[in-house]
């Protein structure tokens, strides 16, 4: 771990001095938002014209391609999350598996990549603040390391950038031998 590291998570993390509502915010961001943020996208879905709909599949087929890198990113190197190391106060129950990458922050970008790349630009917006909200909650509430953080973000936003290469690959024959066919 890097001294940056531990210095700027004991800034962020939430001490017994925080204010209660500030506390609170961050668990209703990282326990609460994500389950928001499941159920919104089929309704969306239902509601969209085709290009929101596929905008959404793509952020569906980030999500679980950031999963997944997530999980073998986490089995290849396991760091400690900050309580194991005796660090800081961790504010929500959580488990002795890795925290690298935060698997919150990487799921957070991945979707709001994902609207980046082929959403509109109000929702790509919203969903860029929910990530960078859920960052903080994640720092607040004790659970990760900035850099935990940063490789969410990273492993997210990159797998979303994977994901819409695939479908521009997957697409393009269609279109190839649609124009032949006229």
């Not at 928001?36 to 996208?41: H, N």
Request: proline share 8%.
């Amino acid at each position: 771990m890097f001294e940056f590291d531990r210095i700027l998570f004991l800034a962020v993390n939430a001490t017994p001095d925080t204010p209660h509502a500030v506390v609170q915010l961050a668990i209703f961001i990282s326990n609460i938002l994500p389950w928001l943020a499941l159920c919104a996208l089929p309704l969306l879905y239902v509601r969209g014209a085709m290009p929101l709909r596929r905008a959404l599949l793509l952020c569906l087929a980030s999500l679980a391609l950031a999963w997944c890198a997530t999980q073998a990113i986490r089995w290849a190197i396991p760091m400690p999350r900050p309580a194991q190391l005796g660090l800081g106060m961790q504010w929500v129950p959580h488990g002795l598996r890795p925290g690298f990458p935060s698997m919150h922050m990487g799921g957070a970008s991945a979707v709001a990549m994902g609207l980046t790349l082929w959403g509109p630009r109000r929702l790509a917006l919203g969903a860029w603040v929910c990530a960078l909200l859920m960052g903080w909650s994640r720092l607040c509430l004790g659970v990760h390391f900035p850099t935990d953080v940063l490789a969410g973000l990273l492993t997210g936003s990159g797998c979303a950038l994977l994901a819409a290469l695939a479908a521009r690959w997957l697409v393009r024959p269609r279109m190839i031998s649609a124009r032949g066919k006229s």
